[in-house]
């Protein structure tokens, strides 16, 4: 039997996000070898001549219009995420909903997915995200005093937006949405101490497509984590961050705002969110639904240098690592 792995094509914006390859690690680690990588928005274009099986973890899907996935593909849907922008375009071919029931019951990183595949009659429960298994391989025993700050409110970072893209800057300032551009930097310093914010190292999850290519990409989600399992403090707003750290032990604070109350990430956050500590800007608003169960910090109360996570409940964790072993093994 060969075995595959999930591969990303090149960001529209012409950067891609790592966090998408971290997913594809947390895979790695149950595979014997991976005799192909295959891109995840076109499983359906997949030519190989041999069965082959994936564990289909992540997110789906930029192009709902490229799916079911082909029938030599033998796929175990754990921790799957529809996005609700595209969810309703999938899950509107019969051809799809039959094949997520062929393939049932589906394992999703999230309630939001839970609902949009019970609404359509299909077999599915809550499975946690597979990053929460990433301390198989990366936890480390070993520790530092390093504090990384990555992406933290990049929502909001319209400072690095110029930066990347000059051209927005005129249609910015019709808008007027240029007068934002210190509105990040304002909330991050009125949450995150001075001392923290002068001693940390600065990560992203974000680089350019034309820089790296495929082996590249994997090795910086490789090195980050390393770094991640190493380190005394990681301050994130990104989900691929925060769960890592969760897994491999490095406490963690994940920083809600930066666009996160859109309906579109709303639909994301239950199920992930809830088991970090969390620090919330002051105009972020969740669902009452999502809010009533999370671990909510002061920033000003906080001991920055000493943060413990809470604890999670480790059998979504056991039974991921079980599910995934076996499909492998079977």
């Not at 909001?156 to 007027?176: A, C, T």
Request: one cysteine or more.
């Amino acid at each position: 039997m060969k075995f595959g792995l999930l591969n990303y094509e090149d960001g529209a914006s012409g950067k891609f996000n790592v966090g998408d390859h971290i997913q594809s690690l947390a895979a790695k680690q149950f595979l014997p070898q991976v005799d192909d990588l295959i891109y995840r928005d076109r499983l359906n274009e997949y030519d190989g001549t041999d069965e082959i099986k994936m564990i289909m973890n992540g997110w789906y899907t930029h192009k709902p219009l490229n799916w079911p996935p082909v029938d030599n593909i033998k796929p175990l849907f754990v921790s799957f995420h529809l996005n609700s922008a595209h969810a309703s375009i999938l899950l509107s071919k019969k051809e799809n909903i039959d094949y997520l029931k062929k393939h049932s019951p589906i394992g999703c990183r999230d309630f939001g997915t839970v609902k949009f595949l019970k609404d359509k009659g299909i077999d599915c429960y809550y499975s946690a995200c597979l990053t929460t298994t990433l301390g198989l391989k990366y936890k480390s025993e070993e520790k530092n005093d390093k504090i990384y700050i990555v992406d933290v409110l990049y929502k909001d970072d319209y400072k690095q937006l110029y930066k990347d893209f000059p051209i927005r800057i005129l249609s910015h300032l019709i808008k007027g949405k240029i007068f934002k551009m210190f509105d990040r930097d304002k909330k991050i310093e009125k949450i995150i101490p001075e001392n923290i914010l002068n001693k940390a190292e600065y990560l992203t999850h974000s680089y350019w497509n034309k820089d790296y290519n495929e082996s590249e990409r994997f090795e910086i989600a490789e090195d980050l984590l390393r770094k991640f399992s190493k380190a005394k403090l990681v301050i994130t707003s990104r989900i691929h961050c925060a769960l890592p750290c969760l897994a491999m032990g490095t406490p963690v604070v994940f920083i809600g705002g930066g666009g996160l109350s859109h309906k579109h990430e709303m639909s994301r956050l239950k199920g992930t969110i809830e088991l970090l500590n969390i620090v919330l800007t002051d105009k972020v608003e969740l669902s009452k639904e999502i809010s009533n169960n999370l671990h909510i910090l002061d920033p000003k109360k906080m001991d920055w240098e000493n943060i413990t996570n809470p604890s999670f409940n480790d059998e979504y964790t056991t039974d991921l690592i079980n599910k995934c072993r076996n499909f492998i093994q079977s």
